[in-house]
C-alpha cells in the first residue's frame, strides 16, 4: 500500500462528513468565541492519539494487557450512547454537557475522530510494515488534515442546511451511528469469542 492509498484509507475511515452534524450539534451548546478553540483543541488532541496509536499501539494493548477487540467492544458502547442522545435530544445535547460545558477528549477527539476503527487501522498498518512508519506518517497526517478543513467549516455546512436540515441530518446520523456502534460492538465479541475459542 502506498501513502495516498494510505491516506484515503484512513480519511474514509474518519469519516469527517460523517461526523458534521454531530460536531455541530456539540459545539451548538458552547459559547460562540470559545467553539473554535475547542474543536482545534480536540482536534490536536485526535492527532496526538492516533500518533501514539502508530508508533505505540501494540505495546500499549500488551502493557494493558488489552486486545483490539477492547477497544472495539468500549468504541461501539460510547457510540451507541451518543446515537440514542442524537435521535431523542435532551438538555445538553448529544453529550449531556450543560449548555457552555466544554467536551474534553469524549466524544470529539475519542471516539469520533480517532474511533476504534481508525486506531485498529494504524496499529495494523505498523504491524504490517514498520520499516514505512514515515509514510504512514505522512498519510495519517494527510487525512487527519482533510478531515480538520472540513471540520473547520461545519458553519458553512450549518448555514447551507439550516437549523431544521440540521436536526434531520442529526436524526439520521444517529440511526446510521446506532447501526455503526452496534456492529463496532458486535466484530469485537465476534473477535473476543474467536480468541477465546
Do not use: C
Amino acid at each position: 500500500m502506498d501513502i495516498f492509498s494510505a491516506a484515503v484509507m484512513l480519511f474514509l475511515i474518519m469519516d469527517p462528513l460523517g461526523n458534521l452534524p454531530i460536531f455541530a450539534s456539540i459545539l451548538r451548546h458552547i459559547e460562540p468565541k470559545k467553539r473554535r478553540k475547542v474543536l482545534v483543541r480536540e482536534l490536536l488532541f485526535a492527532l496526538i492519539i492516533m500518533m501514539l496509536f502508530l508508533f505505540a499501539g501494540e505495546a500499549i494493548l500488551s502493557f494493558l494487557n488489552l486486545r483490539s477487540e477492547s477497544v472495539s467492544i468500549a468504541g461501539g458502547i460510547i457510540l451507541f450512547l451518543i446515537a440514542i442522545r442524537m435521535i431523542f435530544p435532551q438538555p445538553g445535547g448529544v453529550v449531556g454537557l450543560a449548555a457552555g460545558e466544554e467536551p474534553f477528549i469524549v466524544p470529539m477527539a475519542i471516539p469520533l475522530m480517532a474511533g476504534p476503527s481508525v486506531l485498529a487501522a494504524l496499529i495494523l498498518l505498523a504491524h504490517t510494515d514498520s520499516s514505512r512508519m514515515m509514510d504512514w506518517t505522512i498519510a495519517l497526517f494527510a487525512a487527519w488534515a482533510a478531515s480538520a478543513v472540513i471540520l473547520l467549516f461545519y458553519k458553512l455546512f450549518t448555514k447551507l442546511l439550516g437549523e431544521k436540515g440540521l436536526t434531520a441530518v442529526e436524526r439520521l446520523m444517529g440511526m446510521v451511528l446506532v447501526m455503526i456502534s452496534v456492529q463496532m460492538f458486535l466484530d469485537g465479541v465476534a473477535k473476543y469469542i474467536a480468541h477465546a475459542a
